[in-house]
Every structure is written in structure tokens, then in C-alpha cells.
């Protein structure tokens, strides 16, 4: 019997006298708070997006499609990164201004070798502005969730305004329940009883955002 199983039959066991007709959790659970605070518009949603990621410690960079691959690559070399990890899905022209060694994502890899890469890029699924949050999904652009949970560097780049939201309720139907999804509200850390706060014990200690416009920049007057 596999763990999948086991678990299975105790909910089963949990649930045996339920009674049949009693009221669907869809239906059980009240769902009618707001699902988001006023109406901003896209530029306000993405301004909040970037404070609150600020205040998280992440580092915030704009950018149009354009100019992606040279922030990247900027950002890259500032970190000293000779290697970087690339999931499977990834655009190649994101990283075509980098000379950076590139490392695929791969089932076999062992934490020792993923800890030796010196950066991560990757996309996100969604954004959430007011909780200053990133979601990965492990979607082919953003690879299996250990490749952001190891290497101390991650890039994580986010479609300007079409993967933002306001609100966590306008983030849930976004997403697939039955994927392996990873909420990220700044770079990892934690706190002693003494409160001295460590980051990267838990996943990376650097979190650079790249907030990239779909739209060309305007010219600068």
C-alpha cells in the first residue's frame, strides 16, 4: 500500500458517517467577502506590488520585454554568477546578453549540485500586490519548486500587467489546486528567540523581482 493510499483510506474512515446529504463544502463555507479593496487601477495594483516587495526585502527592477535580457544579465554579473540554473520552459532570449554557464533542470540533480549554481531565473505564475507575494506553479518556465528553494540567487520575472493581482481571492482561480505551488513574500528568513533575523535558511537569501511591462517604455521627455 503506497502513502497515497494510506492517507486516502483515513480520510475515507474520517468521513464514513458523514451524512450523505450534508451540505457540499463549496457551499458550507460563506464565500462572500470582498474580493478586493476599491478599484485601482493597473498602475496603483503594480505600484503596491513593488512596495510591499520592497518592504519584504526583495529587490524590485522595471523593465520593458526590450530590455530583459540586459537587466538580466546586469544583475548576473553584479552577483558574480559564473552558472545559472534554467528551467525547461524558460524564453532563451532572456538570458541571451548573459555569459553565465547555463544549468538545466534536472530530476537527477542532487542538492549538492543545485547548491553550487549561483543563480536561479525564472518566471511566476501570478503576483499578488497586496501581500506583495509571487506564486510559482512549477509551470515549464518556472521548473520544479527545489531549483528556487537551494541556489542563495533567484530572478524571478513577472508579465507586466497580465500576471498581477490585487488580491489573494483574485489569485486563487488563477491557479490549478493540483499543482506544487510556492507562495513567496520576500527572500527566505526567520528569527531566534533573540528576534536577529537570518535569511536564506529556508530558500535564498537574495529575491531580485523583475516587473516587466508587455508594453514598449514610453521615451523619456
Do not use: F, K
Amino acid at each position: 500500500m503506497s502513502s497515497r493510499e494510506r492517507i486516502l483510506g483515513r480520510v475515507r474512515r474520517a468521513l464514513a458517517d458523514v451524512p450523505a446529504d450534508d451540505t457540499p463544502y463549496e457551499r458550507a463555507v460563506a464565500r462572500d467577502y470582498l474580493r478586493r479593496h476599491g478599484d485601482p487601477d493597473t498602475a496603483a495594483t503594480v505600484a503596491l506590488l513593488a512596495e510591499n516587495l520592497a518592504d519584504y526585502r526583495a529587490l524590485v527592477h522595471r523593465c520593458d520585454r526590450a530590455g530583459l535580457p540586459a537587466l538580466i544579465a546586469r544583475l548576473l554579473d553584479a552577483r558574480g554568477a559564473a552558472s545559472v540554473l534554467v528551467p525547461p520552459g524558460l524564453d532563451e532570449g532572456w538570458l541571451a546578453e548573459s555569459g553565465a554557464r547555463r544549468v538545466a533542470d534536472r530530476a537527477d540533480s542532487t542538492p549538492g549540485e543545485l547548491d553550487r549554481v549561483d543563480s536561479v531565473v525564472t518566471g511566476c505564475a501570478v503576483a499578488v500586490a497586496e501581500t506583495g507575494t509571487l506564486v510559482l506553479d512549477g509551470s515549464p518556465d518556472q521548473g520544479r519548486r527545489r531549483i528556487t528553494l537551494v541556489p542563495d540567487h533567484h530572478i524571478c520575472v513577472v508579465r507586466v500587467p497580465d500576471q498581477v493581482v490585487s488580491s489573494v481571492p483574485e489569485a486563487l482561480p488563477r491557479l490549478d489546486p493540483r499543482r506544487p505551488l510556492t507562495w513567496i513574500s520576500g527572500p527566505s528568513a526567520t528569527s531566534d528567540i533573540e528576534l536577529d533575523r537570518v535569511e536564506g535558511v529556508h530558500g535564498p537569501r537574495t529575491l531580485e523581482v523583475v516587473l516587466m511591462s508587455e508594453e514598449p517604455a514610453a521615451p523619456l521627455a
